[in-house]
């Protein structure tokens, strides 16, 4: 469901966990361009749960990346229940129905295997339903914290005590329910100083018939949720979002939000006339004074036409673009092979291009598909790959 990378081993080489339903695994790279499964030998084999985001982090700071993982609701085929939203037909249960189930911390050793320290370091929470994971430094002291976006639970903010521990923080700092008090449908998670205030502020995907939260970082601890009076709400009321990101599409230094919508129910517009199962995508551009304005539709109907979106339509590029960032040779190919998405292939290209000038000998096959003129802007191929790193979840 959800997939994190991280080099867990610092040897250069980027590592990926992918999050499953029973047994989730990691994958270490074996920097040859091959991965091996090491799940079983790095100690992360037992758990089976419902796992959904994930994200490396070290809580500890003692310079090796820590594991987090993010668990929905304990659901199993044998005790499925049936749910309905016409009386006729099969659709999916509010997972108020299930019970939820402890997100998971596993402090890595540093020998290539990881002990599960949620208890310890006060994360066991069994009634989170977690969807989405952010790591941010919330209260700027050095030490990172943590977010979890929980549907129709209270979202979870643990402030890092700096000493293996956490103490959670988000009623507090405002950030477990709506302004009105309710627990939404949290899914899609991501963090940034999007006003250059000095302190990261929070974004949360919610169901329909509720607005995406825009919590802003007041600092001293506090969060308002700006999503009400902002573009952001107004058009994010009747959609449904899922996986969600700030990154700066235009270039211009303030992180822009991207959100893939789409609801669940196939025939949600049977019994619902105003909301729909495919759904544009969100752009909200970011003027530039703590202010957002829509302007997915002028990006063309490719990208603004409805879809049943789960993870933002260019994530694949994107995360290619953000694996690539210490690979020019991976973005040659990826543009070579026409994977990558057109939007996102001037950031790549930059990045081979230099890779390639410093390397005159260089592969003969990447030369003509990656030199060909970049068009008129000079993009910095570290532009996409930095914003990404720092998304911690897409659903
Ligand atoms: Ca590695
Ligand atoms: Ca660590
Ligand atoms: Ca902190």
């Known amino acids: 469901m959800g997939v994190a990378v991280g080099d867990y081993d610092n040897d250069g080489f980027d590592d990926l966990f992918v999050t499953a339903y029973g047994q989730s695994h990691l994958f270490h790279n074996n920097g040859n361009g091959t991965f091996a499964d090491v799940t079983q030998k790095a100690g992360l084999l037992g758990p089976k749960e419902f796992s959904s985001s994930a994200a490396w982090v070290d809580y500890d700071k003692d310079g090796r990346l820590d594991l987090i993982v ?32 402890s997100v998971r911390l596993w402090h890595n050793r540093g020998d290539g295997t990881f002990e599960d320290v949620t208890q310890k370091a006060g994360l066991a929470e069994p009634t989170s339903k977690t969807l989405g994971i952010a790591v941010l430094d919330y209260d700027n002291d050095g030490w990172p914290d943590l977010l979890f976006s929980n549907d129709t639970q209270p979202n979870k903010l643990y402030r890092n005590n700096g000493n293996g521990t956490f103490t959670e923080k988000a009623v507090v700092a405002g950030v477990a329910f709506s302004e009105d008090g309710v627990a939404r449908a949290g899914m899609g998670v991501d963090a940034s100083d999007y006003d250059h205030s000095g302190f990261p502020s929070l974004l949360i ?88 304005e829509e302007v997915t ?53 930059a990045c081979a291009s230099s890779w390639l000038a410093r390397n005159p000998t260089a592969t003969a096959w990447a030369r003509p598909c990656v030199l060909r003129p970049a068009g008129k802007r000079k993009p910095r191929c570290s532009a996409v790959a930095p914003a990404i790193f720092r998304r911690a979840s897409l659903f």
Not at 336 to 341: A, E, I, L, P, R
Request: net charge positive.
């Open 70 to 101: 993010g668990n929905y609701v304990q659901w199993a085929p044998e005790t499925d229940l049936y749910c309905t939203l016409d009386g006729k037909s099969k659709s999916y249960c509010t997972p108020e129905s299930y019970k939820g189930t």
């Open 297 to 349: 539709k002028s990006l063309g109907q490719a990208f603004a036409s409805a879809r049943v979106g789960r993870v933002p339509p260019t994530l694949t590029s994107i995360m290619t673009a953000a694996w690539i960032y210490s690979s020019p040779q991976m973005a040659a190919r990826c543009i070579c092979s026409g994977t990558m998405h057109k939007a996102l292939q001037r950031q790549t290209r």
């Open 205 to 292: 995907t919610n169901f329909s018939n509720q607005m995406i939260s825009l919590y802003h970082n007041e600092g001293k601890g506090l969060f308002v949720d700006e999503a009400p009076r902002s573009d952001i709400g107004r058009a994010s009321l009747l959609t449904l979002g899922f996986g969600c990101f700030f990154f700066d599409y235009d270039l211009d230094g303030w992180p822009d939000v991207l959100v893939a919508n789409g609801h669940i129910d196939a025939d949600i517009q049977r019994v619902q006339s105003n909301v729909k199962y495919a759904m544009p995508p969100h752009l909200f551009r970011n003027t530039g004074k703590g202010k957002f």
